[in-house]
Antibody
């Protein structure tokens, strides 16, 4: 049974960067397309971007494209989302999610990133 | 601000049917049948409830059904049960390269 296992909560200062990991436990990362989605407290979801590890292909939502970087380490079946120039509005739960067709059938447990001075 | 508009809350008594709407534009909901729905319990990750507008994943009760008309998609829960209480979010594929998916603002379902 494949699970997406994410790294633990982070507290960051404004202007710094954060790196969140997502391990495809029980499955091979190159079999999947992974998206990153965030949810600010009490809000809906925002799609941030996606990576196809088999191809090394990435696409980013325009609002994040200059601050977010997605990579995948095939040797450890782990995807990473790096977000730079953090501001208070980036405080949110960050999820990795497996894409099937045009839906997300499997989600990580979420990683809370808090940006505070 | 979410791209897709949902009612903040919908409620019903056990056994009743309720419908949650999800309104977008011709660039997202109206663009294709690639609308999906997710349930989220407090403090939990989302769970897929419906994909491609009207298809249920394995394990989801047939009390859940989906439909779409123009730029609005719908999720109907029939025979409402206490266990259906949760937040429900819609999502739509957009087909454009700068924002692949948009999500709704979420609807809290309450069983009276």
């Amino acid at each position: 049974q494949v699970q997406l296992v994410q790294s633990g909560a982070e507290v960051k200062k404004p202007g710094s960067s954060v790196n969140v990991s997502c391990n495809t436990s029980g499955g091979t990362i190159t079999s999947y397309t992974l998206s990153w989605v965030r949810q600010a407290p009490g809000q809906g979801f925002e799609w941030m971007g996606r990576i196809i590890p088999l191809l090394g292909l990435t696409n980013y939502a325009q609002q994040f494209h200059d601050r977010v970087t997605l990579i995948a380490d095939k040797s450890t079946n782990t995807a990473y989302m790096a977000l730079s120039s953090l501001r208070s509005e980036d405080t949110a739960m960050y999820y990795c999610a497996r894409r099937r067709g045009n839906w997300f059938d499997l989600w990580g447990q979420g990683t809370l990133v808090t940006v505070s001075s | 601000q979410s791209a897709l508009t949902q009612p903040a809350s919908v409620s019903g008594s056990p056994g009743q049917s309720i419908t949650i709407s999800c309104t977008g534009t011709s660039s997202d909901v109206g663009y294709s049948n690639y609308v999906s729905w997710y349930r989220q319990d407090p403090g939990k990750a989302p769970k897929l409830m419906m994909f491609d507008t009207s298809f249920r994943p394995s394990g989801v009760s047939d009390r859940f059904s989906g439909s779409k008309s123009g730029n609005t998609a719908y999720l109907t829960i029939s025979g409402l049960q206490a266990e259906d209480e949760a937040d429900y979010y819609c999502s739509s594929y957009t087909g454009n390269n700068i924002l692949h998916y948009v999500f709704g603002s979420g609807t809290r379902v309450t069983v009276l």
